[in-house]
């Protein structure tokens, strides 16, 4: 009896502090708190975008390698023959640059891969397959000194083989925009054809000029995309 005088006195009192504590401090961890859940979130969104990023890291990286063991990148070259190569880094197209005599400036610009066309692969005249070609746009500019008209001829560069398409002015006193459109190449006189081929081929613009380009950009294609994921890279890398 005396034992549970004492306990009911006890019993009361842990009871009475059990329910001052839990009014005071209903929710101890504040887990239904505004600022507990956006926190929460936050840190689950830095969590979720950090494994993201990583993983396009992980895909880029592994991208970079792959194309490094089936290609390694050579050293641009600065001359062709008697041209000048400008290659700038980060840029789709080359420039050529050479003069012809004494006063002709030749300037050629180079475009990427810009299309190409199925062909068919035979071994002895037998089918084996199908391929493509790709197909190069050359913008060739022809001067004669500082203020003169200009002469330009638009080109296709297959891989081993160049083609007029077009020829045209450009007048000194015009605007840039305003040119002296011929007919189109193929519809001109086969002799004439032939002596605006010759012309060209006088100037180093050939056959030889074409697999030159071909090859260049082979490596430039190559090469661009390898450095335009390295720049992907570092963006993301970077805090």
């Known amino acids: 009896m005396a034992m549970a005088r004492l306990i009911r006195p006890l019993r009361r009192a842990l009871i009475s502090s059990s329910k001052s504590v839990s009014q005071k401090n209903p929710n101890p961890l504040n887990l239904q708190s505004p600022i507990f859940i ?3 979130r936050s840190y689950i969104s830095e969590m979720r975008k950090a494994a993201f990023e990583g993983n396009i890291l992980r ?8 194309k490094l063991d089936l290609f390694t990148p050579k050293q641009p070259v600065l001359e062709y023959d008697s041209f000048i190569v400008d290659d700038r880094p980060g840029e789709q197209f080359i420039t050529l640059k050479k003069k012809f005599g004494e006063k002709e400036e030749i300037k050629i610009e180079v475009t990427m891969f810009d299309g190409s066309i199925p062909v068919e692969k035979s071994d002895k005249g037998i089918p084996i397959g199908s391929d493509v070609e790709f197909h190069i746009t050359l913008i060739v500019n022809i001067s004669k000194g500082e203020g ?7 080109c296709s560069a297959w891989p081993d083989s160049i083609e007029i398409v077009n020829v045209l002015v450009r007048w000194k006193d015009k605007k840039p925009d305003q040119l002296c459109m011929g007919p189109e190449f193929k519809d001109l006189d086969d002799e004439l054809q032939e002596s605006l081929f010759n012309f060209l081929e ?16 082979k490596n430039k294609d190559k090469t661009e995309f390898i450095r335009w994921m390295g720049t992907v890279r570092s963006f993301i890398e970077k805090k």
């Open 38 to 40: 956006v926190t929460t």
């Open 148 to 154: 003169s008209d200009v002469l330009e001829f638009v």
């Open 59 to 66: 895909l880029i990286r592994r991208e970079i390698q792959y």
């Open 202 to 217: 006088t100037r180093g613009i050939d056959d030889d000029l074409a697999i030159f380009v071909h090859e260049y950009m």
